[in-house]
Structure formats: structure tokens, C-alpha cells
């Protein structure tokens, strides 16, 4: 059985039923709804007809559903040259109703299939072309070109269950998937800095059990900040409790890296009074 249907408004409402279509357009498209029935497909038979299959579909802002088959004829050919004719669901918003209708195309030289009527008062979509040669003697299925799935005449609608779900997961990825990417990351870098703090101070106490020691006037370059006999090499005058430091110069080198994160250090020594003894 062949169903559709306008979103139609009361008769003193303020909206009519082009702004119903309208807004039930803009938020569901055009096009065949997928995995309802056979999806409209248009097969070919052992004559000049056509079968329309089953199906579901929106066209601009009206719906029409089919529960059986359908025959369609296709009108004979032309004597002169080919033509393409085309299976369409027309909604008439002026006779509100919305059926499929056997377009036949014009025979010339060069064929061109067809384009669908859009405007205030009729909206179509095209299931298929189909070619017709001249003299031919039934519609062939390589004769048959399936345009559903183009968006610019027809188009395929995923039903509501898939676009949930694709909306779902597109949610869970951008506000769990990520995180839990950038957490990662962070975590590995953490482990990184440990790792190398680790080596820094295995050194450190490797060099300290060999009896090296640090000279006063050393400069080294740290990414962390070490212990306050060490002074950062920023041109600043050297505290008067550095006394080693003091013999040598009296204020820091002024030394930048070039890396933010990485300072230039100067060994001063251990600290001596507040009158530098």
C-alpha cells in the first residue's frame, strides 16, 4: 500500500504548511531512509515496465511509504534517437500529495537525463535514469542507473538509531577519547622527567663517591633549579656571602640559553656570613 503525508498546521495557526515542511526538511533532509523495506529500488523486468520496490522517503518535507511492488511503464522509444527517461516520488504541495511518476525524457542526439523540479509548489526527488534506445524492445537492468545515493537528486538517510549512535561515539571521542590521549601523553612525559631526574642524581652521587668535586666559578646548564650555592648566570652583582665567587668576579655572566626551560647556573660555594667571612 502506497501511505503519505504533509506536516500540516491548524487552520488559525500562524504557520502553514510549507513552514511545517520547511522545518521538517532542514532537519531531516531529502531522500530514501535506509534499511526500510527495499530502499525504492527500481529493477527491470521482461517488458517496457518497471518495478518500484519498497521503501521510505522524504521529499521536501513530505513523506511517502510503500509496503509492495509497484509497476511502472516506460513509454515506447523514440524512432529517431535515444532518450533517458526517470523514476521520480513527486510531492504537489498545491494537490498535497506526493507519488512516483515515470518522467519521459527528450529523444535527440545528445540525450541529457533529467533534473528535478524544485519550487513553491513542487518538489521532487530522482530514484533513476533510465537510458532508452531507439527501437529498443524492453527496459534492460544495465539500461537502469541508480541516482539514490546522489545528495544533489536524491540522497540516502541513515536512520535515527545509526545517526545516534554516530553522534554517541563523535561525543565520547571528543570528551572522553581525547582526554584520556592527552592523560597519556602527560603521564609519559612525567615518567620521562623522572627518568632523567633518576639519571641526574645517580650521576650526581657517582661523582660525589669519586671525589669530584664542583670548582667555585663552574657554569653548567639545568633544568632544574639546583641548591642556593649555585647563582644564575644573569648579570646580577654576586651577594657578599659568596666569598670563593667574590675573588673572581664580582657579579654573574650574563648567559641565556635559548630554551625557556633550561637556565645557566654558576657554582658560588658555601655561603659565609652576612659580613662575608
Known sequence: MLSYGFCLGEENSQYNTSQFGGAFKALLGDGVCKGYGQEYAVLSTTSRNVTLETGFALVGGTYIQ????????????????DRYDAVILRADKVKKTVEPVVITGHASVFPS??????????YEIVLCHIFVPLGSTQVLEEHIVNTRPNRDICGIIESFSTVANQISYIYNFLTSGIDECVQELIDKSNDIILDCENV??????????????????????????????????????????????????????????????????????????????
Not at 510503500?66 to 534517437?81: G, H, Q, R
Not at 639545568?222 to 652583582?237: F, I, V
Request: glycine fraction near 6%.
Open 113 to 122: 537525463e533529467y533534473v528535478p523540479v524544485r519550487n513553491d509548489t513542487v
Open 66 to 81: 510503500n509496503d509492495e511492488e509497484i509497476t511502472l511503464t516506460v513509454a515506447v522509444p523514440d524512432n529517431k534517437y
Open 200 to 277: 641526574v642524581s645517580a650521576t650526581e652521587q657517582d661523582i660525589a663517591l669519586a671525589g669530584i668535586k664542583t670548582e667555585v666559578g663552574e657554569i653548567q646548564f639545568l633544568a632544574t633549579t639546583p641548591s642556593d650555592e649555585w647563582l644564575k648566570c644573569n648579570g646580577q652583582s654576586v651577594p657578599k656571602e659568596y666569598i670563593e665567587l667574590l675573588k673572581l668576579m664580582e657579579s654573574t655572566p650574563n648567559i641565556h640559553y635559548g630554551n625557556e626551560n633550561i637556565t645557566a647556573y654558576i657554582y658560588a660555594g658555601k655561603k659565609g656570613d652576612k659580613n662575608g667571612k
